[in-house]
Each structure stands twice: as structure tokens, then as C-alpha cells.
């Protein structure tokens, strides 16, 4: 009897302990992000690449006040960091102004890197210990939805079920990625640290006659919608906004053309140059980074925001649901 008593203890731990483990982790992480957001060198990060302080009053956007650390028990994923004194980042080389290849193209730079030194140092001082970043970069061709298939779980640490081992695999998604419906499905996400939407940039390449001006994101929505006007948007391959332009075309049908950016062009020399090309996409961070970085390309050209509003920026912290 007492045997069968332990065995079904033994069970339930194990139903539930993963998602405890996996919880401990993220709780941590947010808990650094919310004191790293409020510290001054936020600010600095953000005007680095040419971004303002986003309203901290905003309850989407991760604070310190409603995010407390958790304590450490023992064989969690939290534990594991703290024990290798590592935490392993993924990351994408598509990912400006997040993460990008550095000079030796190894490693990442960009805003994510800067504000991950914050949140290292505020996620080591809390746990007394020194936690080292170890950045691993995602190199599959199948787009960094997928990513996701690299976090480590509860019972597998090192990734080792589905063929990789702890080189390949990381803890948490270090770079940004827009909150939506499909990434929620399928892993545990952060609060956001900053605000994100899909913006599109207006280029010199006329309208079709009759047709706008078009000065937001309902009258573009609607112009793409309608069969008569055959507007032209282009959105970087194998991004988000190959995916976003894919899932208007599946809500309106073939009623606008759904082009491509030159993949590693410069978004807005790209809407600057466009022969064909009615808007561009691109997400607000992204678009107002590139506009502080090169003022030369496009400087007429319109930037209209919110064609797709998301529910943040967030980090992945747990194993696909």
C-alpha cells in the first residue's frame, strides 16, 4: 500500500514539477528585466539606437514592483543556471536592431546584447553568484519560429531529445520577438520590455490612379483589401513580415501583391529605391533605428505605424506547450 502511495506521489511530482521548474526561470529573468528596465542605463541603451523611453507606467511593459525573484528549488531549470553559472541566450542574425553578427560574426551585438549586461548583472547580484551570458546563435533555414524547438525543458536540460546537446541549445530566447497568438502557443513569454508594432514606410512609387492618399494603417488595410486598387507591399523573406503579409493575403485573398525585400538591404534605401513598391514593412523599433542610423535614405518618405499591432516585445523562457 505504501508503495502504491509513494508511486502515485512520485507521478504527480513528475506531472507537475516541469512546469513549476520551467516557471522558476522565467519568474527570475522578469524579475531582473523589471529592475533593469527602471535602471538609467535603459535610457542609454534605447538612445543608442536612436529609440525614445517608452511610458514604464504602461501595464503591458515588465516593472519591478509586480515582479518579484523566486526562490531556488532544487533541480530547476533556475537551479541548473545558477549551478553552471550560465545562462545561454538564443539569438538570430536577422535580428536588427536586436541582434546582429558582430565584427567576428560569432557573436551578436545590437540593443538586446547591451540591455542583457543590465539584466545579468542584476539577475547575479540577486543570487549572489557571477552568471555568465553564452550567446547561441540560431542558424536554421526554417525560419526563427522554430526556435523555440531549442529551449531546454525540465526533464531535458541540454536538448538532447530531439538530437542536439548543450552546445546547441539555450534557456531562454535572448533576442526580441513580438508576442503573438502562434509564439504563445507554443512557448512561455516575458512581459514586454519594450513596446512593439508593424509599421510600414511609405516610398516615392505613385499610387494607382484614384486610389489614397493614405495617411494610417485602416486606410491601407482597406486599399489592400480591395481588388480594384492592387496596392504593393514588400516585407523581408523569411521574417515576420513575410509571415504577416502571407496571413493578410490567407484574410483577403489575392487582393493586393505580397513582394519581397532584397534580403540584408537596408529598409529604408530599399523604400527609397523601389521601383514597384507602394509601402515597405518594417517594425516601429526596426524603421526608427535604421532612420537614426542612416538620415540620408528615404528622409521624405512617411512612416506610418500600427498596420499590425503586437502585445509587446517578449523573451522566450520555457519549452514549447
Not at 525540465?154 to 503573438?180: E, K, L, M, Q
Not at 491601407?220 to 502571407?246: F, H, K, Q, W, Y
Request: net charge negative; hydrophobic share 40%.
Amino acid at each position: 500500500m505504501l508503495g502504491k502511495i509513494l508511486t502515485a506521489a512520485a507521478t504527480a511530482f513528475a506531472l507537475t514539477t516541469p512546469a513549476v521548474a520551467q516557471q522558476e526561470l522565467k519568474a527570475a529573468i522578469v524579475a531582473a528585466m523589471g529592475e533593469a528596465i527602471e535602471d538609467p542605463r535603459y535610457v542609454d541603451v534605447l538612445a543608442k539606437y536612436g529609440l525614445e523611453l517608452p511610458d514604464l507606467n504602461d501595464k503591458t511593459l515588465v516593472n519591478s514592483k509586480d515582479y518579484p525573484y523566486p526562490e531556488v528549488s532544487e533541480g530547476t531549470l533556475l537551479d541548473k543556471v545558477i549551478d553552471d553559472k550560465t545562462l545561454r541566450l538564443g539569438w538570430i542574425a536577422v535580428g536588427a536592431p536586436w541582434s546582429v553578427p558582430g565584427p567576428d560574426k560569432t557573436q551578436p551585438v545590437g540593443l538586446s546584447i547591451d540591455y542583457w549586461e543590465i539584466v545579468q548583472e542584476k539577475l547575479s547580484n540577486h543570487y549572489g553568484t557571477d552568471i555568465a551570458l553564452d550567446w547561441v546563435e540560431f542558424t536554421e533555414e526554417t525560419g526563427n519560429n522554430n526556435m523555440y524547438r531549442w529551449l531546454s525543458t525540465t526533464n531535458d536540460p541540454d536538448c538532447t531529445a530531439v538530437g542536439r546537446n548543450s552546445a546547441g541549445c539555450y534557456d531562454v530566447i535572448g533576442g526580441a520577438y513580438a508576442i503573438n497568438a502562434r509564439r504563445k502557443g507554443i512557448s512561455d513569454i516575458t512581459p514586454a520590455y519594450f513596446p512593439l508594432n508593424m509599421s510600414v514606410v511609405r516610398t516615392n512609387v505613385p499610387l494607382p490612379d484614384g486610389v489614397g492618399p493614405l495617411e494610417n494603417a485602416d486606410q491601407i488595410r482597406e486599399a489592400m483589401a480591395d481588388p480594384n486598387v492592387n496596392l504593393v507591399l514588400a516585407g523581408l523573406p523569411d521574417t515576420g513580415e513575410d509571415s504577416i503579409l502571407t496571413n493578410f493575403k490567407k484574410q483577403m485573398g489575392d487582393t493586393f501583391t505580397h513582394a519581397d525585400r532584397t534580403p540584408g538591404s537596408n529598409v529604408l534605401q530599399f523604400a527609397q529605391d523601389s521601383t514597384d513598391a507602394h509601402f515597405v514593412l518594417g517594425t516601429n523599433v526596426r524603421l526608427s533605428s535604421t532612420r537614426f542610423k542612416n538620415p540620408e535614405y528615404c528622409a521624405d518618405c512617411a512612416f506610418i505605424p500600427n498596420l499590425l499591432v503586437f502585445g509587446g516585445v517578449g523573451f522566450a523562457t520555457a519549452l514549447p506547450q
